[in-house]
């Protein structure tokens, strides 16, 4: 083997080494499983990113979401391991409520859910994917709870008469992580909930 082969095969070798990790690292996970209990069908679905792609915990950061579709009522629990609790930190669901099958800034509406059983109607979306608040604020909810723990996280349960879940929906869901008023970090995810 002359230099310049011995030289590609490390190169080829060392970009192994660091790809193997890196690929490990960047992962994209998720899972779904459906239920059938009484009154409606359960269906339940978990996502993951990796240390690398949040800065929400150190490890892997899970958001597990099930829901419940029942004929007068939808009801749904998201459980965050997030590792610290924020009065601010949020979970934000934007509907397709107009049902064209896209999630549409600043068309498509939703809630911001926050700790101390706190909402913020009609949040949108920016073109980067973000809640948008618009000045209304936060009030006290009556169709969520929200409790937390430091060994599991969040988990904020929905129950709600909402007109535009009669039939299969997408949904756009950001989970917002505050260290401060005004800083933070957050992660998106979209799917669709259908009985
Ligand atoms: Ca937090
Ligand atoms: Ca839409």
């Known amino acids: 083997m002359n230099l310049t082969q011995r030289k590609f095969k490390i190169l080829v070798i060392t970009l192994l080494i660091l790809l193997i990790p890196l690929g490990f690292a960047i992962y994209q996970l998720?899972?779904?499983s459906s239920l059938s209990v009484s009154g409606g069908i359960s269906k339940s679905m978990a996502f993951a990113w990796s240390p690398m792609q949040?800065?929400?915990v150190n490890g892997t950061l899970w958001i597990n979401v099930s829901w419940t579709w029942q004929t007068e009522n939808f009801s749904m629990t998201v459980k965050i391991n997030d590792d610290d609790f924020h009065y601010l930190d949020c979970l934000g669901f934007v509907f397709d409520t107009?049902?064209?099958?896209?999630i549409e800034s600043l068309v498509d509406i939703g809630w911001g859910?926050?700790?101390y059983n706190q909402y913020w109607p009609l949040v949108?979306?920016?073109k980067l994917g973000d809640l948008t608040f618009p000045s209304v604020g936060r009030f006290q909810s009556d169709f969520h709870t929200c409790t937390f723990t430091n060994e599991t996280g969040y988990e904020f349960?929905?129950?709600?008469r909402t007109p535009f879940i009669d039939r299969p929906t997408l949904v756009h869901l950001c989970f917002r992580d505050m260290?401060?008023?005004i800083s933070g970090d957050a992660v998106y995810i979209e799917f669709e909930v259908r009985p």
């Open 157 to 160: 349960k929905i129950s709600s």
């Open 54 to 56: 949040q800065k929400i």
């Open 179 to 181: 260290l401060s008023e």
């Open 98 to 102: 107009n049902h064209n099958g896209v």
């Open 30 to 32: 998720f899972y779904a």
């Open 113 to 115: 859910l926050f700790p």
């Open 124 to 126: 949108t979306l920016n």
